[in-house]
């Protein structure tokens, strides 16, 4: 089993930053993706960003060029650094973490941008 706790949320203003923290814990797979999402009110869940254990990360178009992902493979936690916030970018955010076998959610937290 892996446990997946975010942190790093709260209230910030348009333009401002945010870091969201994701810490796995437990039986970690050596080969794994850590992604996180985003759910706003109303809306479908989406994919915001992922790296792989070797580095590779991959970007919504939404959030390129303003959120960075990046992971400290030694801690087991993977980090988004979130730049010029937007009203848009409400959500709660939820990181996940998927091997070959199967995938792992953590429990969220939420992201307020007001304008």
């Known amino acids: 089993q892996v446990q997946l706790v975010e942190s790093g949320g709260g209230l910030v203003q348009a333009g401002g930053s945010l870091r969201l923290s994701c810490a796995a814990s437990?039986?970690?797979?050596?080969?794994?993706?850590m992604r996180w999402y985003r759910q706003a009110p109303g809306k479908q869940r989406e994919l915001v960003a992922g790296?792989?254990?070797?580095?590779?990360?991959n970007y919504a178009d939404s959030v390129k060029g303003r959120f960075t992902i990046s992971r400290d493979n030694a801690k087991n936690t993977v980090y988004l650094q979130m730049n010029s916030l937007k009203p848009d970018d409400t959500a709660v955010y939820y990181c996940t973490l998927i091997s070959t076998e199967r995938s792992y959610w953590g429990q969220g937290t939420q992201v307020t941008v007001s304008s």
């Open positions: 790296i792989g254990s070797g580095g590779t990360t």
């Open positions: 437990g039986s970690i797979p050596s080969i794994n993706v």
